[in-house]
T-cell receptor, first 114, second 115 residues
């Protein structure tokens, strides 16, 4: 069974640009969550999607958005990039809901904003 | 507002000894707690969890203890092995609409197990 795939793995952008990150969940999984990891902050929840619907959203500005497609693949978009957006962005895939032994994380996309 | 805190950024232990990683939380609505392990260049992997109706859960060398009155949980690894060297995150989830599908993570503790 293939794991969670995130593309690209590494990305360098400049301030003011926008970026789109992609996540392909494990086959059959319908829930996709996104997290931002920065040094000293741990992983912070961005949003969660299930069957193309956003069910929950974290405390991030509106520049951060996401969507999920009918095949459960998900994208997140960050517009007007700021230096502080440099982070590892992780997505997690679950059958139904995030958390527990049945949640699997992808390797992440390392975003660097210059 | 850090609702889940891991106050020790790092821990160094000798192989064969016990590793104890600690985690505190402030939100009394949390009812499910998890530990994840993360190696560099990989996503976190689930290690062990505990429901708030229990105070202890064991899985091989890993045991998680939950003290609800103190809002504290700990992960014990016995015996520690060099392959356990990684970053350990505790996480919590709770019932209710605002928590649905969301895990709240601590900042992580870097565990180093020396041979």
């Amino acid at each position: 069974k293939a794991g969670v795939t995130q593309t690209p793995r590494y990305l360098i952008k400049t301030r003011g640009q926008q970026v789109t990150l992609s996540c392909s969940p494990i086959s059959g999984h319908r829930s996709v969550s996104w997290y931002q990891q920065t040094p000293g902050q741990g992983l912070q929840f961005l949003f969660e999607y299930f069957s193309e619907t956003q069910r929950n959203k974290g405390n991030f500005p509106g520049r951060f958005s996401g969507r999920q497609f009918s095949n459960s693949r998900s994208e997140m978009n960050v517009s007007t990039l700021e230096l502080g957006d440099s982070a590892l962005y992780l997505c997690a895939s679950s059958l139904v809901a995030s958390g527990g032994a049945n949640t699997f994380f992808g390797p992440g996309t390392r975003l660097t904003v210059l | 507002d850090q609702q889940v805190k891991q106050n020790s950024p790092s821990l160094s232990v000798q192989e064969g000894r016990i590793s104890i990683l600690n985690c505190d939380y402030t939100n009394s609505m949390f009812d499910y707690f998890l530990w994840y392990k993360k190696y560099p260049a990989e996503g976190p992997t689930f290690l062990i969890s505990i429901s708030s109706i229990k105070d202890k859960n064991e899985d091989g060398r890993f045991t998680v203890f939950l003290n609800k009155s103190a809002k504290h949980l700990s992960l014990h690894i016995v015996p520690s092995q060099p392959g356990d060297s990684a970053v350990y995150f505790c996480a919590a989830s709770g019932a209710g609409g605002t928590s649905y599908g969301k895990l709240t993570f601590g900042q992580g503790t870097i565990l180093t197990v020396h041979p």
